[in-house]
Nanobody
Framework: QVQLVESGGGLVQPGGSLRLSCTSS????????LAWYRQAPGKQRELVARVTSGGNTNYADSVKGRFTISRDNLNKIVNLQMSSLNSEDTAVYYC?????????WGQGTQVTVSS
């Protein structure tokens, strides 16, 4: 079964850290470009971070220096380490995988930053 499954979301205080993970199955993981997107209430889904199949990364300006994306091709996992979280980071976070014309999405995991 082809799927992406996110985990690690939750409630965290401002200034705190959280790590999201996305596990995959049914795909040739190493061939995919992987990304994390997020969607806050009333806003469009936006790219947070991306790691290419070759390991190159890029980040949204709003998370540079605070978030780190990493991939583990052996275990077919992509992680998003988030630190110095603030209320603007509250959103549903989605895992995304793209290869050629195929695109996959996870179901999303909620991250809430609040005191």
């Amino acid at each position: 079964q082809v799927q992406l499954v996110e985990s690690g979301g939750g409630l965290v205080q401002p200034g705190g850290s959280l790590r999201l993970s996305c596990t995959s199955s049914g795909i040739a993981f190493s061939l995919y470009h992987l990304a994390w997107y997020r969607q806050a209430p009333g806003k469009q889904r936006e790219l947070v971070a991306r790691v290419t199949s070759g390991g190159n990364t890029n980040y949204a300006d709003s998370v540079k220096g605070r978030f780190t994306i990493s991939r583990d091709n052996l275990n077919k996992i992509v992680n998003l380490q988030m630190s110095s979280l603030n209320s603007e980071d509250t959103a549903v976070y989605y895992c995304n995988a793209v290869a050629n014309t195929r695109e996959l999405w996870g179901q999303g995991t909620q991250v809430t930053v609040s005191s």
